[in-house]
T-cell receptor, first 111, second 112 residues
Framework: DAGVTQSPTHLIKTRGQHVTLRCSPISGHKSVSWYQQVLGQGPQFIFQYYEKEERGRGNFPDRFSARQFPNYSSELNVNALLLGDSALYLC??????????FGSGTRLTVV | AQSVTQPDIHITVSEGASLELRCNYSYGATPYLFWYVQSPGQGLQLLLKYFSGDTLVQGIKGFEAEFKRSQSSFNLRKPSVHWSDAAEYFCAHAVDDYKLSFGAGTTVTVRA
């Protein structure tokens, strides 16, 4: 079975631009979470979606938004990019009792 | 407020020696606790998890962790470290039933 897949793996954007990151969960997992990991720190929770509904949101500005599709894949959108948005963005899928499985992440660099 | 504390930022250990990484949590009556490992530029790999039951948990790659409620700790151990264990290790705690709160991480360096 494929694990959690994220795309793209790397991208470079300019300040003020918009970016969309994508995630496909493990087959059968209905919950997807997004985390931001700034260099040298632990991951910080951004969103969780379950059955296409937002279950929780971390302490991030409204420039960050997400959605989950009927096939349980998810997109994270960030508008008006700032230099401080440069980070590794991690997606995790989960099924009750199994813990959280993470993808390899998308490395976003804002210049 | 920080719910997971990893007191050691960096640990250096000789190959073949034992390793213990500390983790303290501060939230929740029934903690769901995890240890993840991250190699440079990579995602997080789950080493082990504790939900309930036996307080000594076995994981992958020869790691184990012990949950001690009285000390609010969930320390990770490995009896004999291999060079491939050099990585960053994160302890995490499930909070509010839907999100993980991570510690700041411990970087492990293995010397020959």
């Amino acid at each position: 079975d494929a694990g959690v897949t994220q795309s793209p793996t790397h991208l470079i954007k300019t300040r003020g631009q918009h970016v969309t990151l994508r995630c496909s969960p493990i087959s059968g997992h209905k919950s997807v979470s997004w985390y931001q990991q700034v260099l040298g720190q632990g991951p910080q929770f951004i969103f969780q979606y379950y059955e296409k509904e937002e279950r929780g949101r971390g302490n991030f500005p409204d420039r960050f938004s997400a959605r989950q599709f009927p096939n349980y894949s998810s997109e994270l959108n960030v508008n008006a990019l700032l230099l401080g948005d440069s980070a590794l963005y991690l997606c995790a899928s989960t099924f009750t009792g199994t813990g959280y499985t993470f993808g390899s992440g998308t490395r976003l660099t804002v210049v | 407020a920080q719910s997971v504390t990893q007191p050691d930022i960096h640990i250096t250990v000789s190959e073949g020696a034992s390793l213990e990484l500390r983790c303290n949590y501060s939230y929740g009556a029934t903690p769901y606790l995890f240890w993840y490992v991250q190699s440079p530029g990579q995602g997080l790999q789950l080493l082990l998890k504790y939900f309930s039951g036996d307080t000594l948990v076995q994981g992958i790659k020869g790691f184990e962790a012990e949950f001690k409620r009285s000390q609010s700790s969930f320390n990770l151990r490995k009896p004999s470290v291999h060079w491939s264990d050099a990585a960053e290790y994160f302890c995490a705690h499930a909070v509010d039933d839907y999100k993980l709160s991570f510690g700041a991480g411990t970087t492990v360096t293995v010397r020959a």
